[in-house]
Structure formats: structure tokens, C-alpha cells
């Protein structure tokens, strides 16, 4: 059985599929990851996955700050993956910082779109370090702004870089849509153009 939306709405049919899943993605990982986003241990349906978790924190701690300090040599990297600058203020690197979660979310959102699995085979594995390098740049972002603007951490990293963080997915949504899966061009075929 296929889910058909009213005409209206049949213009947006993609976005509220990125969206619904999304939002399924984001809900399903808030209920099955057991660990508040600053605990230490990390479990996933009794699956211990701690480990993987704090190698994850520590080598995005370790970029962050290796490209801090080629700017400003008095950054530190301390023990718990604390980022310190010259002037006493620092930010913790934890396990959410990561960028997991929204790679996670990524690669559902592709997995489960139509399309071709030949193509998903080589352009998941390419969003995935997009999503990466995106999550590298805004931990160096946020650590580097908290130097001289340390008041301006909430905004920066609760909402300003987290939702550009979800644009950045919903663009490659958007440029497999369009460029790479086929179905756009399917589309014109049978509208005609």
C-alpha cells in the first residue's frame, strides 16, 4: 500500500518525506540511546557502545584543536577533551559533539529514499564525510568562538550551527534528489517537459 497525499501537496511530496523521516530518525535515536549526552557510558538496547563513542569525542576534540592551534598556539587539549585557550576559557569535547547522530540520520534518509542502490553505495559513504568534515568545522567553530564570546555559546551551538547542521543534510537530500538519483529526471519524462 502506497501512501497518496492530496494533489496539493504532491509538490512537497520529497521535503515531507526528509522531514518524516527526520523526525522518526531523531525520535528513534533520542529513545534507544541510553546516555545523556554528557554521560560515560553510552548504550544502545544494552549494546555498550561507550568505546566507540569516546574514540569518536576524543580524535574530533584532537582535529578541532589541531586546527585551533595552527592559528593560536596557546590552545590546549586537556584530559576529558577539554579545548582551553590562553585566556583560562575552555569547551568540552562529549560524546553528541561527535556528529554520529546526524550521520546516522543521513544515511536513513538516503537509505530509505528511492533510488537507485548503486548509486546510493557511493554517494552515502560521500555525504557521510561531508557530515563529518561539516561536524569538524563546527566544533572549531564553537571552540574558537568561546575564547572572546564565551556568552555567545548557547545560541552558537544550540541553535545557530545545529540547525545549519540539518541544512547541511537536507542539501545533500536535496542534491541527490535533483542531481544524482534519476528521479527527478523520471519525473519530467512522464510530466512531459
Known sequence: M??????????????I???????????????TMVGDESDDVVTFFGLNLTGFFNFMSTHTAQ????????F????QLLPQNMIKHG????????????????????IFIIALYRGPWKKKLWFIPLGVAIVYLFNIFRITA??????????????????????????????????????????NAKKNRAEGK
Request: aromatic share 20%.
Open 2 to 15: 502506497k501512501l497518496k497525499l492530496p494533489d496539493r501537496f504532491s509538490p512537497y511530496q520529497g521535503v
Open 17 to 31: 518525506y526528509f522531514v518524516v523521516v527526520l523526525i522518526i530518525t531523531h525520535f528513534f535515536w533520542k529513545f
Open 63 to 70: 582535529v578541532s584543536a589541531r586546527i585551533l592551534q595552527i
Open 72 to 75: 593560536n598556539p596557546e590552545v
Open 87 to 106: 585566556n583560562g576559557e575552555a569547551v568540552r569535547i562529549i560524546w553528541a559533539c561527535t556528529g554520529i547522530k546526524q550521520a546516522y540520520i543521513f
Open 142 to 183: 564553537i571552540a574558537a568562538l568561546v575564547e572572546n564570546h564565551a556568552n555567545m555559546f548557547d545560541f552558537v551551538h544550540g541553535y545557530l550551527l545545529k540547525y545549519l547542521f540539518y541544512a547541511v543534510i537536507f542539501g545533500l537530500w536535496v542534491w541527490w534528489e535533483e542531481k544524482i538519483s534519476g528521479n
